[in-house]
């Protein structure tokens, strides 16, 4: 069976985030007979990497672009997006 690191904000109890789980669930629909791994040390023993829901590129995961460009996995981003920087939100 292929395995692919799921990288997103999912949190749990009060840090819970709808869009990211969503993200989360499609990916699993998607990919039905893929084990996603949930644990970034697992990286060595995936076949690519899927980054997932929400501001994944900036606020859940500050080491990615090292171990994106470290790893030399495919990888594949589904829903995501990046916060505006230096510009006010509104």
């Known amino acids: 069976m292929k395995k692919i690191l799921y990288l997103g904000c999912l949190g749990y109890n009060n840090d819970y985030n709808v869009g990211d789980w969503a993200c989360f669930e499609a990916t699993q629909q998607l990919l039905p007979n ?3 791994v949930l644990d970034e040390s697992q990286l060595n023993d995936v076949d690519a990497v ?38 006010p939100e509104h």
């Open 34 to 36: 893929i084990e996603l």
């Open 50 to 87: 899927v980054l997932g829901g929400g501001t994944i590129l900036r606020a859940c995961s500050p080491s990615i672009n090292d171990t994106l460009n470290n790893s030399n996995k495919p990888f594949f981003i589904i829903g995501s997006g990046i916060e505006t920087y230096g510009f």
